[in-house]
């Protein structure tokens, strides 16, 4: 059932600058979406107001056992200045699946749909125009109750906050070094892994640390249980392109079903270009680059959109990629995927949605 939404403007609108040289998610608009839930009353009193910190007990559950998901996604402003989002629906959908393993509420989706889009509309002069630009959508619910037992959450708290952003990694769509962690992992099937929450990148600090100090831009996690198959990013998925053909991980429950991941694979396959979803073991992407059929390699995301790989490292092995160059068919689909979002080019899967 969707609520009405209770709009209280700001008073002291931040200045915008030029929306030029953003990074990734250090600059947040004038507003935010906000609303509570309770076990007794369900969602309630969604409200958009100034963006400002939120007041939470010390002993709210949150702080200590991390009952906490989230959601990232983009809104593109188009070349007639219309504003629009990609594929909104899966993210709502992928909120709630995320909720339902942590014991969160689900939200409705035409509500979600709603708070997304008077937001969105509210901040429109913040989507920045720039090339690579966009304005980054985060969506998330933490349980909010002061209780030290562990317990399922009975007060939780949904927001929406907004940044316009331009490039994710420093380097662009040039390629970035990436290290296969061998030692620590990231989720195991049954665990967490295939949710949005925020104990996931809790727990994939260290390895990320160590590797950016090492200077890589990521790790790419292996499966807990053999580390011997690739799965993902620390904030992206992966794909190979070996033969000819783009294989990525397959979603085993433990690896985050990126909506870049499915978007790329739809458009791939539309075009007639083999697509595998499988397990892929590092043996496999050794022996690939010792017969020379590794061509190209990407990672993928909402904040990444195509990021390509020049070089993996395992261990002492390093593996270069493509000479550490751009390949065409990471090219082709970082093009083809970003006209559609950035409305350039006709969206004939219906992936975008108006917005004003
Ligand atoms: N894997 C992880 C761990 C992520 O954090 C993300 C980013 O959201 C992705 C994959 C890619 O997902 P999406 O394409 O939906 O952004
Ligand atoms: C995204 O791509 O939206 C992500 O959430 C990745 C990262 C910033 C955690």
Known sequence: MIQEIKINKTQTPKSKGDLKDLGFGKIFTDHMFLMDYDKDKGWHDARIVSFAPLEISPASV???????????????????????????????????????????????????????????????????????????????????????GVHTPEKVVFVIILSPVGSYFKEGINPVRMLIEKDDVRAVKGGTGFAKCGGNYAGSLRAAEIALQKGYAQVLWLDAVEKKYIEEGGGMNVMFKIGGKIITPMLTGSILPGITRKSILELAKSEGIPCEERLISVQE????????????????????????????????????????????????????????????????????????
């Open 285 to 356: 992407i050794e022996e690939a680059v010792r017969k020379g059929t590794l061509e190209e390699c990407w990672c993928c995301g909402t904040a990444a959109v195509i990021g390509p790989i020049g070089e993996l490292a395992f261990g002492d092995e390093k593996f270069t990629i493509n000479d550490f160059k751009t390949g065409p068919m990471a090219r082709r689909l970082y093009d083809e995927l970003t006209d559609i979002q950035w409305g350039k080019s006709e969206d004939k899967f219906g992936w975008t949605v108006p917005v004003c």
């Open 62 to 148: 949150v702080l200590h056992y991390a009952p906490e998901i989230f959601e990232g996604m983009k809104a593109y402003r188009t070349p007639k200045g219309k504003i629009q989002l990609f594929r909104p629906m899966e993210n709502i959908k992928r909120m709630n699946n995320s909720a339902e393993r942590m014991c969160l509420p689900k939200i409705d989706e035409d509500m979600f749909m709603d708070a997304l889009k008077k937001l969105v509309e509210l901040e429109k002069d913040w989507v920045p125009s720039e090339p690579f630009t966009s304005l980054y959508i985060r969506p998330f619910m933490f349980a909010n109750d002061a209780h030290l």
